[in-house]
Structure formats: C-alpha cells, structure tokens
C-alpha cells in the first residue's frame, strides 16, 4: 500500500507529483465522507513533503523526527486549525490567529502547512476570513482543508482549492485488510467493513473502540423494538432515555443517525439484492420491512432522519425532535 493507506490510489499519486519541486499550490481540498480517511492522507502528505530520510521521491520513512513530529501533530511547521471542544463550529478567531501564523518564516521546512480538518464546520465569518488568505496567498504556506463535500463550502473557497475527492474502500478490500493487516478474525472483519461501509478510519475506530460498537449495536436493537411497538411504549422510550446523564442532544443524534443507517439498507433491499448491507446482523428486519414499504415511503423516512438531525443542530428541543420522528414511523409486524 502506497503511504501506509488503503485505497485512495488515484490521490496518492496526484499528492506524490505535487512533492516535485515547483508543482505544489497553496491550497488543497480533500473531501469525502467521515472515516474515509481525509485527515490520513492530509498528514501522509505533510510527510512526504518533509520527511528527512525519504526512501524515494514523493514517499516518506515514517521513522524520522520530522514524520514523528507530524504523527504526534507537534511539528513546528505545521499548524492544525480544529473545532474546539464543546463547540460545534469553527470560528473566526481561530483562523485569524492561524493567519498570523502565516506571516512568520518557516522554521525549519520550505514551507508553512496549515491542516483545518472538517471545515464545512466553519462559520461564515470563519470562512470569508480564511478567503483572504486563499485569495492572496502567503509564498511560503500550503493550506490542506477537509470536508465532507466541496458543496458544503463556499463556492469562492472549493474554487480556490486543489479538490481531491475521496470515496470509501471497498467491503472487500476493507474486510481483507481489517484481517490482513490489524490482525481481526475473519467475522469481526466482515462485520466492521459492512458496518463501516467500507470506511477505514470508522471500521478502525470501532475496533479500537468496543463500547462505541455496544452503544451502535444496542441504538439498532432499540429500533428493532420501537417498530414492532405502539406510540405509548415509543413515548415511554423517549422518556426513559431523557432520565440518562447522558448529554440528550448529542445521545438522541446518535441514535438517529444510526436509525438511518437502518433506513439506508432498507431502501437498498428494496430496489436491489446486490448491494452489500451495512448493518448485517439486521438482515432480516431489513428485508422484512422492505418487502412492507414502497420506495417512496421509505424515502420520506429517510428525510425524516435527516431533517431531525438537522433540527437537533439548529437547537431544537431534542425530546421533541425523537419524539415527532418515532411517532411517524410505521409498525413492522
């Protein structure tokens, strides 16, 4: 694997002709769903450019001070602008202080690299602050922005880019190198790729992470349950989950989030049996509710999920928010 990274062949090799003298930009943008390995690769490019034993041209050792510094993200050249803790946006006096930054010399690398991951997070004023800089760029700096979808940004921003777009692994491909290469038993393999969605960075965190795979297994059981039940027993949920410590926001988005996992195989069931599923362990309520619903009532639910998790981020009261979702889904059985 190129970089130490599956998949994403095609960016790599755009990433490695850009290490050339002369032919790197100021500004780059890889976008790409969640856990598919934007950050990686932005950090594997970071490397290749400063790498102080490369074993080849456009490559890096990953052994050296510089690859260290960059994997521990304390490299004195590179600056990583990200969302503070507790808040849900980026804001502009976070990227005011990284364009100062800008304005000082490289210390000890020919360039300055600014990495802002998940910036369609920006606020507006974030983002037309970060236009200065992209439209008159500092000679010595090289930014690298994430996001999830160019369309998510300012068309002025994605313009100013280099837009490398990035897809997720195959199930396949995934399954194997879960195996192959992080040591997983061939059935925790195959469930992390399906429910990853072929996702390295998701299939790699819920490895690492076995209480987060227990919460998205038990919020899919939860659903098994709440659509076999009557609206009493759904409202009687809502309140039973409202009485956690838990933070309702961020627990009710979780578990809508990962409903429309459910819903996404659903509609896949509907119109095709080619498809992989996500969420295997559920094959048979998904078939079951597929063969019940047509494609457009399961497509309005699918907005349904959607729109909720849109409204949870516009701060909408959350119980109000689940509560309206579960009393418009249907009784499966």
């Not at 005011?96 to 991951?117: D, G, H, K, N």
């Not at 760029?137 to 922005?145: D, E, F, H, I």
């Not at 195996?179 to 690492?208: C, D, F, M, N, W």
């Not at 989950?241 to 896949?268: C, H, P, S």
Request: charged share 25%.
């Amino acid at each position: 694997m190129e970089w130490n990274i599956l998949g994403h062949q095609t960016a790599i090799r755009y990433l490695k002709n850009h290490t050339e003298p002369g032919k790197i930009r100021h500004a780059y943008l890889i976008t790409g769903p969640d856990g598919v390995g934007r950050r990686t690769l932005a950090l594997a490019f970071a490397k290749a450019l400063n790498c102080l034993q490369p074993p080849k041209a456009g490559d890096f050792c990953d052994h050296c001070l510089a690859c260290r510094q960059i994997n521990e993200q304390r490299y004195p050249d590179l600056t990583v602008v990200e969302v503070a803790e507790g808040s849900k946006d980026l804001k502009i006096d976070q990227i005011r202080e990284m364009q100062q930054t800008l304005t000082l010399a490289p210390f000890q690398s020919p360039y300055r690299l600014v990495l802002i991951p998940d910036f369609q997070r920006a606020t507006i004023g974030a983002s037309n602050a970060l236009l200065k800089s992209l439209e008159e760029p500092p000679s010595k700096a090289v930014l690298v922005l994430t996001a999830d979808a160019k369309e998510s940004l300012l068309e002025t921003i994605a313009s100013r880019c280099e837009v490398i777009r990035l897809r997720p692994a195959t199930i396949e491909g995934l399954e194997n190198y879960l195996a192959a290469e992080k040591g997983l038993g061939p059935k925790i393999a195959q469930r992390l790729a399906h429910l990853a969605g072929g996702r390295v960075g998701t299939a790699i965190a819920y490895s690492q992470n076995p209480d987060l795979l227990e919460q998205y297994q038990s919020a899919l059981q939860d659903l098994a349950h709440l659509l076999r039940s009557r609206l009493r027993q759904r409202l009687q949920y809502v309140e039973k989950r409202q009485g956690r410590k838990a933070n309702t926001r961020e627990q009710f988005a979780f578990l809508i989030a990962t409903w429309l996992t459910f819903w996404r195989d659903v509609m896949i069931r509907r119109e095709t049996d080619s498809i992989p599923l996500v969420n295997l362990d559920q094959s048979e309520l998904i078939q079951e509710t597929a063969s019940l619903m047509s494609a457009t009532q399961i497509e309005r639910i699918l907005k349904m999920h959607e729109r909720s998790l849109g409204l949870l981020d516009s701060n909408v009261n959350p119980r109000l928010v689940i509560e309206n979702l579960l009393l418009q889904l249907p009784v499966v059985g």
